[in-house]
């Protein structure tokens, strides 16, 4: 009997309701954490890339704003120059005055622009073939189809 006595003294038996995460808890937490991570290694790097992303977007802005008033005024040259590190819009060969953005758009010295053309636009929307590249620390291209479809490529 004594003997019984000490082995239940030493050994007590566990609590019924021990606190522990169940499968779905870790699983929630794995989900969210692996969320997390692609989120923060998918960021873009630096500043020049931000600076380079928001150049290529004004580009398209400005080459649809071009293909726009081309397509809606016969009567008139619209065109897109694009130069070492700025872009401009003219209007019969003068700088564009109308819209809320006002050109020439000047991008910095971080920022360059090649090759160095003019890009017009027919009353369908129609342009040459041309690719422009965007170089900050590394080089990204905007594609201006004949058809007229301006995109990153």
Excluded: W
């Amino acid at each position: 009997m004594l003997s019984n006595k000490i082995f239940t003294t030493q050994c007590p038996k566990p609590p019924e309701h021990q606190a522990a995460f169940t499968l779905l808890e870790l699983i929630i937490v794995i989900v969210i954490l692996s969320i997390v991570s692609i989120y923060v290694l998918t960021r873009p790097d630096s500043a020049s890339t931000y600076r380079q992303d928001a150049v290529i977007e004004q580009i398209i802005a400005s080459a649809t704003l071009t293909q726009q008033l081309s397509m809606n005024d016969s009567a008139r040259t619209f065109a897109l120059n694009i130069q070492s590190n700025q872009i401009s819009l003219t209007e019969d060969g003068n700088p564009f005055s109308g819209g809320t953005t006002s050109y020439p758009l000047s991008f910095g010295s971080q920022v360059t622009l090649s090759p160095v053309t003019t890009v017009s636009f027919d009353t369908l929307g129609r342009t040459t073939a041309i690719t422009v590249a965007v170089q900050t620390d590394t080089t990204k291209n905007v594609c201006f189809e004949a058809s007229g479809y301006v995109h990153r490529c």
